[in-house]
């Protein structure tokens, strides 16, 4: 210790420094992750444009085309639309998180006495925040060519909770390819592949007893299908699922919690470990 | 009383998927000193920084921040240090002053203190005008000493910087140096990391030569340039005329004495500075006239090439990505 400086000179004081709690971590990254889209609202095309330009497409495109006993299709289709536009939050998360990663967001602020989680929970959030956005708007374009809900506030509001959770869920799957993948374009591409067989080989866009039978089971049983039919159902959009129909379209509103559930327990662990290996190289 | 270390690396290693990245690395720094990591692109100085900034986990070995572990107290760590990467990590679509806030917020300082020291920080960086705009719209040397202003928000007493003037212009380059030089003056103490043998010659008082994961080399500037060869006496004359006497004179004091006619320059090993007031001292009593006399040490290009055999490169590779973990190797 020869060479040591004995009398460094005195440093200026520090401010006193008080590690935010995982909350407040998170709402500020939530802040930050809302400011980005304030500052290029184009980064809500994704909910907003394209999602009315698919309701407006299905409902008069294929409409008239798309039989459904007992309701009318644009009743149909904007639950089943819904639920897509939440299964993409799980895109925009995890295009959301790599970019974060990538231009070194994450490592600024892990060097800072935070708790770590709060770049995922403030992510999540901020994505989930981001689809309500587009709920919304496809809302006020139902309402618009015809859409309602029927069936009362409490029911309505089941609805809207059981999305919010499905979508709470597939933010995992997001975070775990977000965390895989090193380039945003990767992300994107690799996403829009899974998500669309995903959102439409479902009941979504069409009913699912026209389907082969080897189809129309995968369908049945796709975890999509089964939020869908619990909003059509909440809301009163279309009839009950056919005797014939698989049993989570028979339980559509137990099936999607436990749908929703099941997909968090898979994906939570797979996306924290995925997101902590990143993180220590 | 000794005053602990300000940064002690303590064997530290990483490996990505079989490539040693870091392959056993230790040194330390004191209180207030300034250290530069010196080395060519992928020799490891970013790996290095990222571990004893509690980025990225060491394999194995570790450090300590301040007197704090990396591994048992990173969140100490974290409260104690400063970090500007190599990648400007400004948000770019935040302005200059919303990046504070964020970072302070993240901090738990006061909102008060926060917009102090921004007013303070923004005046110091000559940010001042630019304090709210988007950082997109800043130029290379403004996000570079806004990403400066963001690491000091807390006033850390050390500062991690990993190649803080890469890609910089030179007239930037100076300016970011004169500020480094400000802050150890008022008692930070600096870790750099830097391929530019110019930077840490410049701003360095310890040295550390990493190649290939591995320290070749420490120590100051002056004796890495010692280590790579003798240092030598340039004298040069007034008159050529005087050429052969003024060489046979040398003679006397170093044997090999080189003559160049056309620039009167005579070039002779030497020791050291004794060996060169006693060459000066001759030339004092011959009454030759001189117009520069003094004493030339290798060049760190020199001390670099003596001791890896291949020279530092001295601009980053062309389009090379700049991302946080291109140092070493790509995990």
């Given at each position: 210790m020869?060479?040591?400086?004995t009398?460094?000179?005195?440093?200026?004081?520090?401010?006193?420094?008080?590690?935010p709690?995982?909350v407040?971590?998170?709402?500020t990254i939530v802040w930050?992750?809302?400011?980005?889209?304030?500052?290029?609202?184009e980064?809500?095309?994704?909910?907003?444009?394209?999602?009315?330009?698919?309701?407006?497409?299905?409902?008069y495109?294929?409409?008239g085309?798309?039989?459904?006993?007992?309701?009318?299709?644009?009743e149909?289709?904007?639950?089943?639309i819904?639920?897509?536009?939440m299964v993409?939050?799980s895109?925009?998360?995890?295009?959301?998180?790599?970019?974060d990663?990538q231009?070194g967001?994450?490592?600024?602020?892990?060097s800072?006495?935070?708790p770590?989680?709060?770049v995922l929970?403030?992510?999540s959030?901020?994505s989930?925040?981001?689809?309500?956005i587009?709920i919304?708007?496809?809302?006020?374009?139902?309402?618009l060519?015809?859409?309602?809900v029927?069936?009362?506030v409490?029911?309505?509001?089941?609805?809207?909770?059981?999305l919010?959770?499905?979508g709470?869920a597939?933010?995992?799957?997001?975070?775990?390819?977000g965390s895989?993948?090193?380039?945003?374009?990767?992300?994107?591409?690799?996403?829009?592949?899974?998500?669309?067989?995903?959102?439409?080989?479902?009941?979504?866009?069409?009913p699912?007893?026209?389907?082969?039978?080897w189809?129309?089971?995968?369908?049945?049983?796709?975890?999509?299908s089964?939020?869908t039919?619990?909003?059509?159902?909440?809301?009163?959009?279309g009839?009950?699922?056919?005797?014939?129909?698989?049993?989570?379209?028979?339980?559509?509103?137990?099936s999607?919690?436990?749908?929703?559930i099941?997909?968090a327990?898979?994906?939570?662990?797979?996306?924290?470990?995925?997101?902590?290996?990143?993180?220590?190289? | 009383?000794?005053?602990?270390?300000?940064?002690?690396?303590?064997?530290?290693?990483?490996h990505?998927?079989?490539?040693?990245?870091?392959?056993?690395?230790s040194?330390?720094?004191p209180q207030?000193?300034?250290?530069?990591?010196?080395?060519?692109?992928?020799?490891?100085?970013?790996t290095?920084v990222r571990?004893?900034?509690t980025?990225?986990?060491?394999?194995?070995?570790t450090?300590?921040?301040?007197?704090?572990d990396?591994?048992?107290?990173?969140?100490?760590?974290?409260r104690s240090?400063?970090?500007?990467?190599q990648?400007?990590t400004v948000?770019?679509?935040?302005t200059g002053?919303?990046?504070?806030?964020?970072i302070?917020?993240?901090?738990g300082?006061?909102?008060?203190?926060?917009?102090?020291?921004?007013e303070?920080?923004?005046a110091?960086?000559?940010?001042?005008?630019?304090?709210?705009?988007?950082?997109?719209?800043?130029?290379g040397?403004m996000?570079r000493?806004?990403?400066?202003a963001?690491?000091?928000l807390?006033?850390?007493p050390?500062?991690?910087?990993?190649?803080p003037?890469?890609?910089?212009?030179?007239q930037s380059?100076?300016g970011?140096?004169?500020?480094?030089?400000?802050l150890?003056?008022?008692?930070?103490?600096?870790v750099?990391?830097?391929q530019?043998?110019?930077?840490?010659?410049?701003l360095?008082?310890e040295?550390v030569?990493?190649?290939k994961?591995?320290?070749?080399?420490?120590?100051?500037?002056?004796?890495l340039?010692?280590?790579a060869?003798?240092?030598?006496v340039?004298?040069?004359?007034?008159?050529?005329?005087?050429?052969?006497?003024?060489?046979?004179?040398?003679?006397?004091?170093s044997?090999?004495?080189?003559?160049?006619?056309?620039?009167?320059?005579?070039t002779g090993?030497?020791g050291?500075l004794?060996d060169?007031t006693r060459?000066a001292?001759v030339?004092e009593?011959s009454g030759?006239?001189?117009d520069?006399?003094g004493?030339?040490?290798?060049?760190?290009?020199d001390?670099?090439?003596?001791?890896t055999?291949?020279?530092?490169e001295?601009?980053?590779?062309a389009g090379?990505?700049?991302?946080?973990t291109?140092?070493?190797?790509?995990?």
């Amino acid at each position: 210790m020869t060479t040591v400086r004995t009398t460094p000179p005195a440093l200026a004081e520090r401010p006193p420094i008080h590690p935010p709690t995982l909350v407040r971590a998170s709402m500020t990254i939530v802040w930050r992750n809302l400011l980005h889209i304030r500052r290029m609202p184009e980064m809500l095309l994704d909910v907003t444009v394209q999602s009315v330009m698919f309701v407006l497409l299905f409902a008069y495109v294929f409409g008239g085309a798309i039989a459904v006993e007992g309701s009318n299709y644009r009743e149909f289709l904007l639950p089943g639309i819904m639920v897509q536009t939440m299964v993409f939050s799980s895109a925009i998360v995890a295009m959301g998180l790599t970019s974060d990663l990538q231009k070194g967001f994450v490592d600024r602020f892990k060097s800072l006495p935070v708790p770590r989680p709060a770049v995922l929970v403030g992510r999540s959030i901020s994505s989930l925040i981001h689809s309500s956005i587009g709920i919304a708007v496809m809302g006020v374009t139902g309402l618009l060519i015809g859409w309602r809900v029927r069936n009362g506030v409490v029911d309505g509001v089941l609805g809207f909770l059981l999305l919010l959770l499905f979508g709470f869920a597939v933010i995992w799957l997001g975070i775990w390819v977000g965390s895989l993948m090193r380039t945003v374009e990767a992300v994107q591409g690799f996403m829009f592949t899974v998500m669309f067989p995903l959102t439409f080989v479902a009941n979504t866009f069409a009913p699912t007893e026209s389907m082969p039978s080897w189809l129309r089971a995968v369908a049945e049983w796709n975890p999509v299908s089964a939020v869908t039919q619990a909003c059509r159902e909440l809301w009163g959009n279309g009839p009950a699922a056919g005797p014939d129909a698989a049993w989570p379209l028979q339980h559509p509103i137990v099936s999607s919690i436990g749908w929703s559930i099941i997909l968090a327990a898979l994906f939570a662990p797979l996306a924290v470990s995925a997101f902590r290996r990143r993180s220590r190289d | 009383m000794n005053v602990p270390p300000a940064v002690e690396a303590i064997d530290l290693v990483k490996h990505f998927d079989g490539t040693k990245a870091v392959d056993g690395v230790s040194f330390v720094v004191p209180q207030g000193s300034v250290l530069g990591l010196l080395g060519p692109n992928g020799a490891g100085k970013t790996t290095l920084v990222r571990m004893l900034t509690t980025l990225s986990v060491p394999t194995s070995g570790t450090g300590r921040v301040a007197g704090f572990d990396i591994l048992e107290q990173p969140n100490e760590v974290r409260r104690s240090l400063g970090l500007t990467g190599q990648a400007a990590t400004v948000d770019e679509i935040l302005t200059g002053r919303e990046n504070l806030k964020l970072i302070g917020s993240l901090y738990g300082l006061p909102k008060r203190y926060i917009a102090e020291a921004t007013e303070r920080l923004f005046a110091r960086f000559d940010l001042v005008d630019a304090a709210d705009r988007m950082a997109k719209t800043y130029s290379g040397g403004m996000r570079r000493r806004l990403d400066l202003a963001v690491s000091l928000l807390a006033t850390p007493p050390i500062l991690f910087l990993d190649e803080p003037t890469t890609g910089l212009d030179p007239q930037s380059r100076s300016g970011l140096w004169e500020v480094l030089r400000e802050l150890v003056t008022e008692g930070t103490t600096l870790v750099l990391t830097t391929q530019y043998l110019e930077e840490a010659d410049h701003l360095a008082d310890e040295i550390v030569v990493v190649d290939k994961g591995r320290v070749i080399a420490a120590g100051t500037p002056t004796q890495l340039k010692d280590r790579a060869g003798q240092a030598s006496v340039v004298v040069t004359l007034t008159h050529a005329a005087d050429l052969d006497q003024a060489a046979e004179l040398m003679r006397a004091h170093s044997p090999e004495v080189h003559v160049e006619l056309g620039s009167r320059r005579l070039t002779g090993q030497a020791g050291g500075l004794g060996d060169m007031t006693r060459i000066a001292s001759v030339f004092e009593t011959s009454g030759i006239e001189l117009d520069d006399l003094g004493l030339a040490r290798p060049s760190l290009d020199d001390v670099f090439l003596h001791l890896t055999g291949h020279r530092a490169e001295s601009e980053p590779r062309a389009g090379a990505d700049n991302g946080p973990t291109t140092e070493g190797a790509t995990p």
